[in-house]
Structure formats: structure tokens, C-alpha cells
Antibody, heavy 116, light 106 residues
Framework: EVQLSESGGGLVQTGGSLRLSCAAS????????MSWVRQAPGKGLEWVSN????????EYADSVKGRFTISRDNSRNTFHLQMNSLRVEDTAVYYC?????????WGQGTLVTVSS | DIQMTQSPSTLSASIGDRATITCRAS??????LAWYQQKPGQAPKLLIY???KLESGVPLRFSGSGSGTQFTLTISSLQPDDFVTYYC?????????FGQGTTLEI
């Protein structure tokens, strides 16, 4: 069974940093691209970033480019989102998901709250 | 960037009705479109991928159609569990945008 589990969310002040992690199991992790998708309170879904299986190709939404960095550790079946220079508008539930193309498995989400 | 526009934003219907949600892409995405269902407090669930392919385990009352710029999600006979929010999602090119969502209400 495919399982994805996020961790690392929390409350941070504007300008601060957080590192989200996603632990994966139940599938051959290194063969899948992985994504982060976020959802602000009461709002819709927003794709944030994805990384290919080898970890050498990454993509970012314009809203986070230059501030967020996605990475992965295939030896540990985990991938991460380093979030720097956080803004109030980054407040959201962050989901990790398998694949940027029609992600078929999602974690339960971790809440990031950025306060001013 | 490819923009995704869903309509309607809210759809009122009754149990047993047929419901249709439309998604329009700002440029052709071929068939690189997925539909998701999201219940309150839960992660999105994949229903349809490649515009018309039903994800494993999804009830047959859900179907998708379209290609290019116009797509449709149809629920043939609404069940109580279906009155939640639906999103379309293009994966033709980055940024992999979602539609703004359609909430199905009784």
C-alpha cells in the first residue's frame, strides 16, 4: 500500500524558515517524481514544486521560486521542501503527492502558519 | 502559463441527479487533464486521469470527457457522498495549475 506522510509544519513568523518532509513507503520511490501542493485556508489547490526521480530536475511555481527548495533522499525514501523567507500568503496545508502528472497518492497534509 | 477555468463554482443538485462540471484550459492541453474530489479536511482523491480514464476503485458513475481545451466531469446519479468539492488539474506543462474548484451542494 502506498503511503505518504508529511511532517515539519508549524507556526513561524514572517521571514522565517521551515523544512517540510515527506516519508514514502509502499512503492519504488526512486522511480517516481514527487510533488508538493498547497491549499490556503478555505481556498483551492496550488501546485508548488516537483522533483524527478533522480533528484536532478526540479520545477517551482513562480510564487515560491527563489525562496523554496525541493530535494530528495532516495536512500531514505524521503523528500523535502525547504521554505525560506516565508510570507503570510504561504500559510496553507502542504500536501506531498506522488507525481506532478495527475498525482495519484497524497499525504494527509501538514499545516504551515506564517504570522506577521 | 495555462489557466484552468471551472464552471460552475457551485452546483445545486439532488440525490439521483446527473451532474456535469466543465473545465476549460486557456490553451490546448491535449488529454493531460485530471479530476479530483476533495472532502472537507481530507486530501484530494484522484478520480479521472488523461481526461477520461477512471482511476482504480472509483465508482463507475464518474466519467470524464474532452480534449484540447474543453473537458467535462459527469456524475451519472448523485449519491450523498458526492456532495463535496471537485477540481480539474492540467499536467501538460509547468506550472501544473488546478481549476478553482466546484462545490456540489444539495
Amino acid at each position: 500500500e502506498v503511503q505518504l506522510s508529511e511532517s515539519g509544519g508549524g507556526l513561524v513568523q514572517t521571514g522565517g524558515s521551515l523544512r517540510l518532509s515527506c516519508a514514502a513507503s509502499g512503492f519504488f520511490f526512486s522511480t517516481y517524481a514527487m510533488s508538493w501542493v498547497r491549499q490556503a485556508p478555505g481556498k483551492g489547490l496550488e501546485w508548488v514544486s516537483n522533483i524527478n526521480g533522480r533528484g536532478d530536475t526540479t520545477e517551482y511555481a513562480d510564487s515560491v521560486k527563489g525562496r523554496f527548495t525541493i530535494s530528495r533522499d532516495n536512500s531514505r525514501n524521503t523528500f523535502h521542501l525547504q521554505m525560506n523567507s516565508l510570507r503570510v500568503e504561504d500559510t496553507a496545508v502542504y500536501y506531498c503527492a506522488r507525481g506532478p502528472a495527475a498525482p495519484d497518492n497524497w499525504g494527509q497534509g501538514t499545516l504551515v502558519t506564517v504570522s506577521s | 502559463d495555462i489557466q484552468m477555468t471551472q464552471s460552475p463554482s457551485t452546483l445545486s443538485a439532488s440525490i439521483g441527479d446527473r451532474a456535469t462540471i466543465t473545465c476549460r484550459a486557456s490553451q490546448s492541453i491535449d488529454s493531460w487533464l485530471a479530476w479530483y474530489q476533495q472532502k472537507p479536511g481530507q486530501a484530494p482523491k484522484l478520480l479521472i486521469y488523461q481526461a477520461s480514464k477512471l482511476e482504480s476503485g472509483v465508482p463507475l458513475r464518474f466519467s470524464g470527457s474532452g480534449s484540447g481545451t474543453q473537458f467535462t466531469l459527469t456524475i451519472s446519479s448523485l449519491q450523498p457522498d458526492d456532495f463535496v468539492t471537485y477540481y480539474c488539474h492540467q499536467y501538460k506543462s509547468s506550472p501544473y495549475n488546478f481549476g478553482q474548484g466546484t462545490t456540489l451542494e444539495i
